[in-house]
Nanobody, 128 residues
Framework: QLQLVESGGGLVQPGGSLRLSCAAS????????MGWFRQPPGKEREFVAA????????YYADSVKGRFTISRDNGRNMLYLQTNNLKPEDTAVYYC?????????????????????WGQGTQVTVSS
């Protein structure tokens, strides 16, 4: 089992920034590609960003491209999401997730059903 625990959420004004963190334990972290998803109030969970096991490849939803940056530190078993220029529509519970889908071929997926491990989520609220 791989355990994932998110932190770093909070209340921020529009235009502000937050750095979300995800701590992994239990299995070999660098065996997995990682992703961030979010679930806005009353909506389905949606893809935000993904990163390959090595950190060399990244993939973003159009809605966050240029504002959010996903990164990982395999030595510390940590995943990060730097969020900048936040907008009210970024308000959501943010989840980190792990997948072994396509890892051997460097393929990144935005399909949440391909991710087998999930954290409990951290709330991000963007409001003035």
């Amino acid at each position: 089992q791989l355990q994932l625990v998110e932190s770093g959420g909070g209340l921020v004004q529009p235009g502000g920034s937050l750095r979300l963190s995800c701590a992994a334990s239990g299995r070999t972290f660098d065996s997995y590609a990682m992703g961030w998803f979010r679930q806005p109030p009353g909506k389905e969970r949606e893809f935000v960003a993904a990163i390959s096991w090595s950190g060399e490849k990244t993939y973003y939803a159009d809605s966050v491209k240029g504002r959010f940056t996903i990164s990982r530190d395999n030595g510390r078993n940590m995943l990060y999401l730097q969020t900048n220029n936040l907008k009210p529509e970024d308000t959501a519970v943010y989840y980190c997730a792990a997948t072994d889908y396509g890892v051997a071929h460097g393929i990144l997926t935005r399909n949440r059903h391909e991710y087998g491990y999930w954290g409990q989520g951290t709330q991000v609220t963007v409001s003035s």
